[in-house]
C-alpha cells in the first residue's frame, strides 16, 4: 500500500470514528456575543450592547465592510439570553419578541445572505446557565426548531443537569442533530463540567468542547487558563485534529481587560493549541492595533494549518514559556510566552532541545513583524526578549524546504 493509500485508508477510518458531519475541519472562527455583552437585555438603556437582531446586523455588517470574514471568521453566533423566559403553548422555544422581532429564521437569512453561518446557544439542562428555558426534555422539538431557523452551529452549554448524565445525553443530542438532515457544528461544554471528561467519548461525538472555565476579561484569567491547559495538556491535545478542537473559550481582545501585549499572547497561545477563535467584542469601538492584532493573517493560518495538530507548552523557565506547534509545511510556530511582571522585558536564551525542534538551519520570522527576520542553526542557542506579560511569537521555516520552494 502506498503512503498516499495508507493515509487515505487511515483517514477514513478516523472519519468513522468522529462525528460524522465533515464540519470544522479547522477550527471554527467567527463572533459570539457572550464575552462582550453578556446577557444585556436591556435596549433601552443599553441599545448598542443588548442581545438583540441589531447587534447581530450591525456585527455582521462590520464583520463585512472591515475585513474579519474575508480574513476567515465567519460564524456569527448569539449566546445566552435570546429567549423569552417561557416556551409557547406548544413547548416551542420562542426568541424574545422585543429584541428578535422577526425570530430567528430572519437573523440566519440576514447572516447567510452576507456569507456568514449562524451560531446559537442553548444548554442541556432544564434551564440555560441564566435561567432561560433549556432543551432537556425537548430535545427533538428544540433542533427542529434550530433547523427551522437554519441554525449552522449549536453551542450546548451544561447548566442545570446533573453531570453524571451528560455522558449520555451529549451523544443522543449529537445523534439528533446528526439525524437532523442539517450539517450543525455541535459545541459541547460536557468536559467543563466534568472531573474527569472522557476525551475519547468526547471528541467522538462532538466538533468542539469546552474543556474549562468560563474565561474573563482579564489577564489572570486568561493566565490561568494558560496554566490549566499546560498543566493537562496530555490528557486532550491527543484527541483534536480535523473536527475535533479543544476550546479554551472566547477571545478576549480588543476588550477592556487586556494590554496590547496581553492580547498578542493570546492570540499565538490560541493559535498553537489550534483553538476555535471566537472573538466577543464591539466591532464598532475596537481600536485598531487590537484589530491588528485579530487581522494577522499570519496567525490565523497558524491556527487553520492543515495538519491540524495542535500544539503544547513545552518549556517552563523563570516563568517564561515556549509553546510549540508543528505544522504541515514542516515548519514550527513556536510562542515564547514572559509572565513575569518584573519590568523592563525579559531575555531567554534556549537550546533546540528547550524549544523541542529539530537541529537545522532555520528562516525565523517574527508573526507580529516587531523584528527584521533572522537565521537560526544548526547550531547555537536561541535569544530572544519578551516583554513582561508579553509574547514573541516566530515561525521557524527549515532552510532546506525554502531553498526546494525556490527550485520548483
Ligand atoms: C456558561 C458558559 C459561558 C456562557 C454562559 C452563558 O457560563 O460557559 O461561555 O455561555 O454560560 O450563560
Known sequence: MSVLHLTVFLGLFSFNLALDNGLALT?????????????ITDCVKYPNECISEALIKRTADRMVDEGYLKAGYNYVGIDDCWLEKERDVHGNLVPDRQRFPNGMKAVADYLHDRGFKFALYQDYGTKTCMGYPGVLGHEAGDINSFVKWDVDYIKLDGCFIDTAKMDEGYP????????????????????AYQKEPNYASIAKHCNLWRNWDDI???WG???SIMTWFAEHQDEFTKYAGPGQW????????????????QAKVQMAVWSILAAPLL???????????????????????????????????????SKCEIWNRKLADESYALAFVNRRDDGAPYSVKVSFDSMKIPKQAYEVNDLYKEEMDRSFGPTGEFETRINPSGVKFYKFIPKKFNEIDVKT
Open 221 to 223: 484569567s486568561l493566565s
Open 216 to 218: 474573563q476579561d482579564s
Open 172 to 191: 443522543y443530542f449529537g445523534k439528533l442533530l446528526n439525524d437532523s438532515g442539517r450539517p450543525i457544528v455541535y459545541s459541547c461544554s460536557w468536559p
Open 27 to 39: 477550527p471554527p472562527m467567527g463572533w459570539l456575543t457572550w464575552q462582550r455583552f453578556r446577557c
Open 279 to 317: 472573538m466577543s467584542v464591539d466591532l464598532d469601538t475596537i481600536r485598531q492595533e487590537f484589530k491588528e492584532i485579530l487581522l494577522n493573517r499570519d496567525i490565523i493560518n497558524i491556527d487553520q494549518d492543515s495538519l491540524g495538530k495542535p500544539g503544547s507548552r513545552v518549556w517552563n523557565q
Open 246 to 261: 479543544n476550546d479554551p473559550d472566547m477571545l478576549l481582545i480588543g476588550n477592556f481587560g487586556l494590554s496590547l501585549d
